[in-house]
């Protein structure tokens, strides 16, 4: 889900569907939504998640990611372009070889 802005519609869809297409043959990525994030709860927890991980990458606290480091491994990573296009692929291969 993305939030609403005006103009990026047609390029959110342009760009989610090439990802798609290069990425996911099984079709395990799910459509495309596009929300206001003054309604949409996934909307706010991801501005919550990912203002808490900018607390925390600039060194102050956050209880919220105190929490979530302790109920389950966590991490957390700033990577290029190539090394999150690379990490995508991996995932997918890996969600392949399980499935069959």
Known sequence: MFDRKDGQKESLGEVYGAVRALFDKDNIL???SIG???NECPLQ????LVGE???NRAGHES???DIL???RPLMIAFPTDEE???HVK???ENFKKRKS
């Open 30 to 32: 799910g459509n495309l």
């Open 36 to 38: 206001d994030r003054k």
């Open 45 to 48: 927890a991801a501005d919550l």
């Open 53 to 55: 991980l900018r607390r």
């Open 63 to 65: 209880k919220v990611m």
């Open 69 to 71: 480091k302790r109920r």
């Open 84 to 86: 999150f296009r690379a």
């Open 90 to 92: 991996n995932v997918l």
